[in-house]
T-cell receptor, first 112, second 115 residues
Framework: LAKTTQPISMDSYEGQEVNITCSHN???????ITWYQQFPSQGPRFIIQ???TKVTNEVASLFIPADRKSSTLSLPRVSLSDTAVYYC?????????????FGQGTILTVHP | GAVVSQHPSRVICKSGTSVKIECRSL??????MFWYRQFPKQSLMLMAT?????????EQGVEKDKFLINHASLTLSTLTVTSAHPEDSSFYIC???????????FGQGTRLTVV
């Protein structure tokens, strides 16, 4: 399974856009990039998933360059409730799908 | 989205006793579920893959005789921590995927404290 590298922590303020970049240099051809959010004492929650280029949903955007060796999660106009740990994962298809390897994640703190 | 529920959310037990944690997929069937453990200020670590109707697959370093997994139905997997010790105190989380190549849905986690 590909290893991911993210900043350990980030700070932001309410209303700002936050971009968290993840490196995954050894990503395989059939790997997808997935981001999860985790609040203290809760299970992770899916945010977004992509394979290449750009994916957008109601809560975030995911930018993936052509070489797919990195990805950037973009959170528009964060609020205090976005303070959480954000995990970037790469996972392949087939029988190993759902078997996730979590890195250390990025602790995002949003300040008033 | 799909819902995965764990029970109990918190449990305190005495050292040497066993504790059972349930993981249920409420609105979908899951032939495979996953169990993770998370120590304070650390990331999630996969412990085992629970397979309906067959033996669980454990990750390296996880004692299968200590962490008993039973996946007796398509909506229920249980993790039993046997002869628990204080070092087993942790946050245990399960997950399941509703279908092929869909995102994983996690339970709310179970905080186990062994005293």
């Amino acid at each position: 399974l590909a290893k991911t590298t993210q900043p350990i922590s980030m700070d932001s303020y309410e209303g700002q856009e936050v971009n968290i970049t993840c490196s995954h240099n050894n990503i395989a051809t059939n790997d997808y990039i997935t981001w999860y959010q985790q609040f203290p004492s809760q299970g992770p929650r899916f945010i977004i998933q992509g394979y290449k280029t750009k994916v957008t949903n109601e809560v975030a955007s995911l930018f993936i360059p052509a070489d797919r060796k990195s990805s950037t999660l973009s959170l528009p106009r964060v609020s205090l409730s976005d303070t959480a740990v954000y995990y970037c994962l790469v996972e392949g298809g087939g029988t190993s799908y759902g078997k996730l390897t979590f890195g250390q994640g990025t602790i995002l703190t949003v300040h008033p | 989205g799909a819902v995965v529920s764990q029970h109990p959310s918190r449990v305190i037990c005495k050292s040497g006793t066993s504790v059972k944690i349930e993981c249920r997929s409420l609105d979908f069937q899951a032939t495979t579920m996953f169990w993770y453990r998370q120590f304070p200020k650390q990331s999630l670590m996969l412990m085992a893959t629970s397979n309906e109707g067959s033996k669980a697959t454990y990750e390296q370093g996880v004692e299968k005789d200590k962490f008993l997994i039973n996946h007796a139905s398509l909506t229920l997997s249980t993790l039993t921590v046997t002869s628990a010790h204080p070092e087993d105190s942790s946050f245990y989380i399960c997950s399941a995927i509703p279908g092929t190549n869909t995102e994983a849905f996690f339970g709310q986690g179970t905080r186990l404290t062994v005293v």
